[in-house]
T-cell receptor, first 112, second 114 residues
């Protein structure tokens, strides 16, 4: 069965620091990859997605992610975080049958 | 467009009871998926319905069931509730047109089982 692994459960960093969240998946077929974010008290919303083409994808709010097929990874990055980036981040994989699998999430706290 | 709506937003039930949660997808979306969200577990996929048919299913016991109506609204039912069923239940809809594959999530129903 496929699985999605997020490396860190909690990350605390200061404003202006760089952020990188790891995501690895176990599935050998064609996948679509997503990062979702859940701000405190809000719905889950899409940050970015990868379907095909350029493995470096850019999303909203200055986030980007790189798909490395050989490593089954889809890591999320932001060069300089803001206090408003405090949220829980979820990596998700959609397999060729259309089934979505989410990681356990990473709680990110940005301190002023 | 109105977003995904879920009712009720909060629910308290006791062990052994059953519960029905409702989800209205974004207008025009025919796919509705259900997830259970708990701290440390992330989102666990329950099932997906498309045009009134279950298209995908996660690894949950048969106590968890769902259905979808002709207007794409979906309901999820949990019978014989257990304490461990306490969670946030999320519904997500998507358009399923070509590569328009992102899911739009509702606010969730917070279920507490006592």
């Amino acid at each position: 069965a496929q699985s999605v692994s997020q490396h860190n459960h909690h990350v605390i960093l200061s404003e202006a620091a760089s952020l990188e969240l790891g995501c690895n998946y176990s599935y050998g077929g064609t996948v679509n990859l997503f990062w979702y974010v859940q701000y405190p008290g809000q719905h889950l919303q899409l940050l970015l997605k990868y379907f095909s083409g350029d493995p470096l994808v850019k999303g909203i709010k200055g986030f980007e992610a790189e798909f490395i097929k050989s490593k089954f990874s889809f890591n999320l990055r932001k060069p300089s975080v803001q206090w408003s980036d405090t949220a829980e981040y979820f990596c998700a994989v959609k397999d060729s049958w259309g089934k979505f699998q989410f990681g356990a999430g990473t709680q990110v706290v940005v301190t002023p | 467009k109105a977003g995904v709506t879920q009712t009720p937003r909060y629910l308290i039930k006791t062990r052994g009871q059953q519960v029905t949660l409702s989800c209205s997808p974004i207008s025009g979306h025919r796919s509705v998926s259900w997830y259970q969200q708990t701290p440390g577990q992330g989102l666990q996929f329950l099932f997906e319905y498309f045009s009134e048919t279950q298209r995908n299913k996660g690894n949950f016991p048969g106590r968890f069931s769902g259905r979808q109506f002709s207007n794409s609204r979906s309901e999820m039912n949990v019978s014989t509730l257990e304490l461990g069923d306490s969670a946030l239940y999320l519904c997500a809809s998507r358009g399923d047109e070509g590569y328009v594959d992102e899911q739009y999530f509702g606010p969730g129903t917070r279920l507490t089982v006592t």
